[in-house]
């Protein structure tokens, strides 16, 4: 039992930490609107996607090349290419989400 209140005070703990997280952004940015909120997470779900399958081509990679079968060769292949065909459609479409942003929040600020 002792294990699972220290669970559950790590999860409060969690919890509590990301709510006044989360409150110091929206205080960060108060003059954002629904559709630039809408925007910006469209743009973090797509490049948290891109991340995922350039993590997936470089493990398809490695298991490429140590693999001792013909079958499993052409499987490791076929895998390869369509994730690198699904990283392109990954990379347009966050490109147009990056458009769609800067017209609902304005241009970013100079750095």
Same mark, same amino acid.
């Given at each position: 039992?002792?294990? $699972?209140?220290a669970?559950?005070?790590a999860?409060?703990?969690?919890?509590?930490?990301a =709510?006044? $997280?989360?409150s110091?952004?929206?205080?960060d940015?108060?003059?954002t @609107?629904?559709? +630039?909120?809408?925007?910006? #997470?469209? !743009?973090? #779900?797509?490049?948290k996607? =891109?991340t995922a399958?350039?993590?997936n !081509?470089?493990?398809?990679?490695?298991?490429?090349? @140590?693999?001792a079968?013909?079958?499993v +060769?052409? &499987?490791?292949?076929?895998?390869?290419? %369509? @994730?690198?065909?699904? #990283?392109? &459609?990954?990379?347009? &479409?966050?490109?147009?989400?990056k458009?769609?942003?800067?017209?609902?929040? %304005?241009?970013?600020?100079?750095?």
């Open positions: 039992m002792p294990q $699972a209140s669970r559950r005070r999860v409060v703990a969690l919890l509590a930490a =709510l006044v $997280a989360g110091a952004l929206a205080q940015a108060p003059g @609107t629904k559709s +630039c909120e809408s925007a910006k #997470r469209k !743009i973090e #779900r797509e490049q996607s =891109l399958a350039a993590d !081509i470089a493990r398809d990679r490695h298991a490429r090349e @140590t693999c079968s013909r079958s +060769c052409a &499987r490791y292949d076929s895998a390869i290419a %369509g @994730t690198e065909k699904r #990283r392109s &459609r990954l990379e347009a &479409r966050l490109a147009r989400f458009v769609e942003a800067v017209a609902a929040c %304005g241009p970013p600020p100079p750095a």
